[in-house]
Structures are given as C-alpha cells and as structure tokens.
C-alpha cells in the first residue's frame, strides 16, 4: 500500500487547534499525528485529563467548539482527530521515547521501535 504523506498544511492545521486549545481548560498533555497503515491515514492524536475526567463524547464536543471558533477556519475535522487518555498505551509508549515540555515542539518520528511497537511515523507536538 503506497504511504499517504504528512503535507506541511496538516501540521500546521494541528499546531493552531493546540495552540487554541492552550488556551482553555482543555489541558493538552501529549499531542501528535500518527500514522495508522491499516487504513493508510494519519489521525491526530490528543490526550488530556479532561478525556478521563468527562469521557470521549464531551472531549470531541469541547474540540468541535474550538474548531468552530477558529478564525480564518481550519481545514481540520473531528473526523482525523481521535482523542486519549493518559493511560492509553500508546501515549505510554511514546512517553518512553519521547519527552517535550509544555510548548509545542516539532519532532518528526519515523522507523523506530520502542518495547518492541514500531512506530511506522509520528509528528509530535508535545509529550509531557
């Protein structure tokens, strides 16, 4: 299956939903797009307290709000954007490998194996 790339609109579509989501109660503790090859698409992973504290319906419905807000409008949807908690192990795997600080950083990680789970490629903003 040919790879769907990763274009410098999505990562900058992702970095200004954290930055505004910065900006609200909705603490934003790891953030990164991930490539899923079973479906060959790249979803937006964010993972927060409030995912734990209000489940998954109210987390989408927050970031839907903020999406709405946005000015100019974003080109990103609730549909590419999937929501953690802290405890998912994804997040702790990446957690191993990969720690930023509360800023937004831009790392790009590709081919690596951390605790035996590939990583096929991520851009990560944060993992606090």
Do not use: C, H
Not at 55 to 62: C, I
Not at 103 to 124: K, L, M
């Amino acid at each position: 299956m040919v790879k769907t790339a990763l274009v410098e609109k999505d990562i900058e579509k992702g970095k200004r939903l954290i930055e505004e989501l910065d900006k609200t109660t909705f603490r934003v503790d790891a953030a990164f797009w991930f490539y899923v090859s079973e479906s060959d698409e790249w979803r937006l992973f964010i993972a927060s307290p409030f995912v734990k504290q209000e489940g998954p319906k109210k987390s989408y419905n927050f970031i839907q709000s903020i999406i709405e807000k946005l000015s100019p409008p974003s080109s990103i949807t609730l549909t590419e954007i999937s929501v953690l908690k802290l405890t998912d192990n994804l997040i702790k795997t990446l957690r191993i490998g990969i720690k930023t600080g509360r800023g937004i950083s831009g790392i790009r990680f590709t081919g690596n194996v951390i605790n035996n789970t590939f990583i096929e490629d991520a851009y990560i903003y944060r993992m606090v």
